[in-house]
C-alpha cells in the first residue's frame, strides 16, 4: 500500500524516467480514489495491471483535454503580439470566471474557459455578485444556470464513451463544476472499457473495510495485490501554514500559530503579513485571493511581499528589524473580506471534498462563520484583489505595516 505522492517503484517497477510498470502485469491493483490524480494515472496503470479496481466515492466531472500542438504563427499574432502579452493574457483568462459577460476574446482556449461557474469558488468579479447572505438565493439559481450546460455535456460525453451503459450511469456527475476541481482527460472514461478494469463504486461512502487480501465493499471481497491511494492532500482552507509544513511556528509572547488561527483566524494585511507572526511572509489563500492559474497567484503575492520587504530594508537603513502589520489595519482587512464573503457561500450545499473541509463547512456553528468568512479569500476574484494591493503600494507610505528596529 502507498500514497501516490509517494509511489513505490520497487513494488510498480520503473522510475520517474522510466514508465514501464513491468511488476504490475501480474498484479491486482486497487486505486482509491477518482479525483484529479486518480484521473491521471488510471489510464497508465490499467495499460501495464493484470487487473484493475477503481474505488470511487464520487465521479469526477472529466471534460476533454484535447492536448496538441500551438500553433506558433496564431500565437505570434493574436497572443505574443506586444509587451506585457503574458499579463495580459492572464488578465483575459481570469475575465472568463464571472457571471457577468465574458470576454471577447480567449487567448488560452482550452477546457477551463468554459468553467465560467468556478467564479463560486476563486471570487466573482461580477457587480451583480451578491452583497449579502439574503442575496444568495438569486446568486445560486444564477450559477447553476449557467453550469447546467457544461456539466450536461460532461455527462453526455461519458455516456458516448463508456460503453456499458451501469458504469457511464457511475461515472456521471452530479453536481455543479464548482463542488469539486474540475478534471480533464481524453483517455480516462475510456479505460473503463478495458476487459481487465472494474469500477467499483460505493455510492458515496468510501470502502467499508480491509482484510489482509481484499477491498471490501458492500459485503463484496475484490481481491487485491497492491492498494494505492489516490485519495488526495490537505485543503487549502484546513489548518494553518504551520500545520501543512508540520511545524511549529510561534509569534508575538510565544503564540502559536496553530493555536491563533484555530481560535480567531489569521489576522493579516493582504494576505501576507500576520501581526502576530512578524516577519513570516505568507502566499496565501487565505484572506488574499486565487487564480484557477495558482502560480499566477503565488507570484502576485510574492512581488508584493518583495515589496514590502524592500520598503521595510529601507526605513530600518541597515539596521536590523521587524515588520508586520499592525494590529488595526489586520482587523480593518479581515473586515473588507468578509463584506466581500458572500459570492464564495455557493460551496455550501456541495458534495463532500476537500473544498468542503469533507462536509465539515455544513457543521460550522454560527459564531464560527463569522471567523470563516473573515479567513476567507477575497470574493471579488484576483483581479479586484490585486487593484487594491497595486493601489496600496502606489502610495508608497506602507500604510498598516509597522516596521520596528
Request: aromatic share 8%; hydrophobic share 40%.
Amino acid at each position: 500500500m502507498f500514497h501516490t505522492s509517494r509511489w513505490d517503484y520497487s513494488v510498480t517497477g520503473g522510475s520517474p524516467t522510466d514508465p514501464s510498470l513491468e511488476k504490475l502485469k501480474d498484479k491486482r491493483v486497487a486505486i482509491i480514489g477518482t479525483g484529479a490524480t486518480a484521473v491521471q494515472i488510471v489510464p497508465h496503470i490499467a495499460r501495464w495491471a493484470k487487473h484493475l479496481y477503481v474505488v470511487q466515492r464520487t465521479p469526477a466531472a472529466v471534460d476533454r483535454r484535447d492536448q496538441r500542438e500551438t500553433d506558433s504563427e496564431w500565437y505570434k499574432k493574436e497572443v505574443a503580439n506586444s509587451p506585457g502579452w503574458q499579463r495580459e493574457r492572464l488578465r483575459i483568462f481570469h475575465q472568463h470566471f464571472t457571471t457577468a459577460a465574458q470576454p471577447s476574446i480567449n487567448l488560452v482556449n482550452d477546457q477551463w474557459t468554459e468553467a465560467v461557474s468556478m467564479a463560486a469558488v476563486i471570487g466573482n468579479p461580477d457587480p451583480a455578485a451578491p452583497k449579502t447572505m439574503e442575496d444568495l438565493p438569486a446568486y445560486m439559481k444564477k450559477l447553476h444556470a449557467i453550469d447546467l450546460p457544461r456539466q450536461t455535456a460532461i455527462r453526455a460525453r461519458a455516456a458516448q464513451i463508456v460503453q456499458d451503459p451501469a458504469v457511464a450511469e457511475k461515472l456521471q456527475a452530479w453536481y455543479p463544476t464548482w463542488c469539486k476541481r474540475p478534471c480533464f482527460h481524453d483517455d480516462y472514461l475510456s479505460s473503463f472499457n478495458r476487459d481487465n478494469v472494474t469500477l467499483v463504486d460505493t455510492d458515496g461512502k468510501g470502502p467499508d473495510s480491509l482484510t489482509p487480501d481484499s477491498i471490501v465493499v458492500a459485503d463484496q471481497k475484490y481481491h487485491v495485490d497492491i492498494i494505492i491511494f489516490a485519495t488526495g492532500f490537505r485543503s487549502p482552507l484546513d489548518g494553518t501554514p504551520a500545520d501543512k509544513a508540520n511545524l511549529t511556528i510561534t509569534g508575538r509572547n510565544g503564540v502559536s500559530m496553530s493555536q491563533e488561527w484555530a481560535t480567531h483566524g489569521p489576522g493579516t494585511l493582504h494576505g501576507v503579513l500576520d501581526y502576530n507572526f512578524p516577519n513570516l511572509f505568507l502566499c496565501g489563500p487565505r484572506q488574499a485571493s486565487a487564480s484557477l492559474s495558482y502560480l499566477f497567484g503565488v507570484d502576485a503575492l510574492g512581488k508584493h511581499s518583495a515589496y514590502i520587504l524592500k520598503e521595510a530594508k529601507l526605513r530600518a537603513a541597515g539596521r536590523p528589524f521587524a515588520v508586520a502589520t499592525t494590529k488595526t489595519a489586520a482587523e480593518e482587512w479581515g473586515t473588507q473580506v468578509m463584506m466581500r464573503a458572500a459570492p464564495t457561500a455557493a460551496i455550501v450545499g456541495c458534495t463532500p471534498s476537500y473544498m468542503t473541509l469533507e462536509g465539515g463547512i455544513e457543521r460550522v456553528p454560527p459564531e464560527r462563520q463569522v471567523i470563516m468568512a473573515r479567513s476567507g479569500i477575497w470574493g471579488l476574484g484576483i483581479e479586484d484583489y490585486l487593484k487594491h494591493i497595486e493601489a496600496w503600494r502606489a502610495e508608497g507610505n506602507l500604510q498598516g505595516i509597522e516596521v520596528s528596529t
